[in-house]
């Protein structure tokens, strides 16, 4: 007998007309987890189910599917794109945050697990019929704002926001979403609040508060791609939040809620701008399901 035929394609996988969705995941696979990915069994479902327009558990179910030459050009360039460190949630154009996805661009900070608790903290400390206005400082993506109205049919809700790219994903995610009727967007520096005095019962806000000195321990992937203006503060990174709790000292009516998040190590001196600022009352932590001191919650005297 004759040996095989051992054409080119023997020594870059199957034929590339026979490449099935299963071969593409374990290929892009071992193809990020070489680059460093996070996650990148992950990553790979994720991409496939962009790409053919399926959920994880179609793509589940399609794995002997086989793909077509203009699926698997397209999942190669994303899964390049990927293993050069582009964030999956820019690739994506989204980002899932409380279990509804949000548009994400270079302009807006990607949401984080992390926000949820800020979510579910004031979900959990707020009567859930009583109708409400809340001021979202430094909005982002919207991601906290939206997520309070869909969440409370009765609140209503500012998002204030200094980039104005930003403030427009806000507002896009406010209407796709389906909250915009209950949602005012406004571009404003959430250092100088354009309300007037105790106008909100609950203030949010997730503001920049990385210091330019801890530079050397952020993630690379984020300060290539992520907005530094979402990301750094002034002032040893506390310039955001002090100037949320003296804001919020102002607009919260008396018993109003001030909810912040701050890095891990950075609690104490939120707790103490609350302290001295004499106009909160029950200041406490809230920590995460990692136990990591990130939120602190306040009510106004
Ligand atoms: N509030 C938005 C978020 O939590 C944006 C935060 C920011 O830009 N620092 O994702």
Redesign the pocket.
């Known amino acids: 007998p004759s040996p095989p035929r051992r054409g080119a394609d023997a020594c870059h996988g199957p034929p590339r007309h026979d490449v099935r969705l299963k071969d593409y995941e374990r290929d892009a696979a071992r193809r990020l987890t070489e680059a460093g990915v996070d996650s990148p069994r992950l990553c790979a479902q994720l991409l496939a189910g962009h790409v053919l327009g399926m959920d994880r558990l179609h793509c589940v179910l399609a794995a002997e599917r086989k793909l077509t030459p203009a699926e698997l050009h397209d999942l190669e360039i994303l899964t390049a794109r990927r293993a050069t460190g582009e964030p999956l949630a820019h690739i994506l154009g989204a980002r899932e945050f409380f279990g509804r996805s949000f548009l994400v661009t270079l302009h ?5 697990p992390e ?1 949820e608790l800020l979510v579910e903290t004031a979900l959990e400390l707020l009567p859930a019929r009583h109708p409400l206005l809340f001021a ?1 400082l ?4 919207g ?2 704002g939206v997520t309070l109205c869909l969440e409370r049919p009765q609140w209503r809700g500012l998002l204030l926001e200094l980039s104005a790219p ?1 403030l427009d994903v806000a507002r896009e995610n406010a209407v796709r979403l389906g909250a915009a009727a209950r949602l005012k967007a406004l571009r404003a520096d959430m250092r100088a609040v354009p309300l007037r005095a105790a106008a909100c019962d609950l203030v949010v ?4 508060y990385i210091a330019e000195a801890e530079r050397g321990e952020v993630m690379d992937e984020v300060l290539r791609f992520e ?1 530094h203006s ?2 750094f503060s002034p002032q040893n990174g506390l310039a955001h939040l002090r100037a949320a709790v003296s804001q919020a000292a102002r607009i919260l009516r008396s018993g109003g809620l001030l909810l912040l ?1 701050h890095g891990a190590r950075q609690g104490p001196a939120v707790r103490e701008f609350l302290s001295s600022a004499s106009a909160f009352t029950g200041i406490a932590a809230r920590r995460d399901l990692a136990g990591l001191d990130r939120c602190t919650l306040a009510r106004k005297v």
């Open positions: 807006t900070l990607i949401p984080r926000t979202d430094g909005s982002g993506s991601c906290i930003a806000s997730n503001p920049p907005p979402a990301l998040e």
